[in-house]
């Protein structure tokens, strides 16, 4: 990479870090690391009712602690995360096109509402076969029940290609083996990794902002647990009866590094 470029691209970086300063407004939060190691209600949700939250039930785009990511990467459509997710994430692909010159990395999805999730649900859930249960289990190898996903918070992101096989090789393997010696420094890990015994299969492509969503699945937990009956706790969606009783297992496991 010559100096013209390497100027262009930091440039580049520099105008994203701006942007995503001026579209937080005057509600800016207070970074995680000023906060205590416990946040309140507050700094967590809002003004949103928490179990809205936490299932995906309001709007990023209308929220204030959300904002809308742009510009990294030739395919990234606009999505919303948490700001200190976004601008962590920021400087972890800065980081990355610096120890990888030519890497072209892209967000494919950010924050989830739970009616997207379950227009997508749905949809699989028709397609496969079976009684509920296998259908649903087929499903869920790699998508989540509508309300159990860990999308809905803001903090999670999906890169590049939807597929194990491209981080195996070439540039996808660089930038897998990257992210698995530095994601952590800027607060980031993999989810769902292999090994697990139980949840979802392996997912190189999905990265989670740990400081934010740590909380946020041990407050799922806890509330999803008080519920008698756990078709109860979720929003409408196909096969939901059968299914939310196994939710707690796939929302609880992930990579102790993301717990």
Not at 65 to 86: D, V
Not at 129 to 143: K, P, Q
Not at 217 to 222: G, I, P, Y
Request: hydrophobic share 40%.
């Amino acid at each position: 990479m010559n100096v013209v470029s390497t100027r262009r691209q930091r440039r580049t970086v520099l105008a994203l870090l701006l942007t995503l300063a001026a579209m937080v407004g005057e509600a800016k939060p207070t970074s995680l690391r000023q906060r205590p190691s416990h946040p309140s209600a507050v700094d967590l949700y809002g003004a949103t009712d928490p179990w809205a939250y936490l299932t995906g039930q309001f709007e990023p785009a209308k929220h204030p602690l959300f904002i809308r990511i742009r510009g990294l990467g030739p395919r990234s459509k606009r999505h919303w995360l948490r700001r200190e997710a976004a601008e962590a994430l920021v400087r972890m692909f800065r980081a990355l096109r610096q120890a990888i010159p030519g890497a072209a990395l892209t967000v494919r999805s950010g924050a989830r509402t739970f009616a997207f999730q379950a227009k997508v649900w749905d949809l699989r859930f028709h397609s496969s076969r079976g009684n509920a249960r296998e259908r649903g289990l087929h499903v869920m190898r790699w998508f989540a029940m509508p309300g159990t996903s860990r999308h809905h918070w803001g903090t999670e992101v999906d890169i590049l290609e939807f597929s194990n096989h491209y981080f195996q090789r070439g540039i996808g393997r660089r930038i897998y083996r990257w992210l698995q010696a530095n994601a952590a420094r800027y607060g980031y890990c993999q989810p769902f990794t292999r090994g697990r015994q139980h949840g979802y299969r392996e997912e190189r492509w999905h990265w989670s902002y740990r400081p934010l969503a740590r909380h946020f699945r041990q407050e799922w937990l806890r509330r999803f647990a008080r519920f008698p009956n756990p078709a109860t706790a979720l929003g409408p969606f196909a096969g939901r009866q059968t299914l939310a009783p196994l939710a707690p297992t796939y929302v609880a496991n992930v990579d102790p590094g993301c717990r």
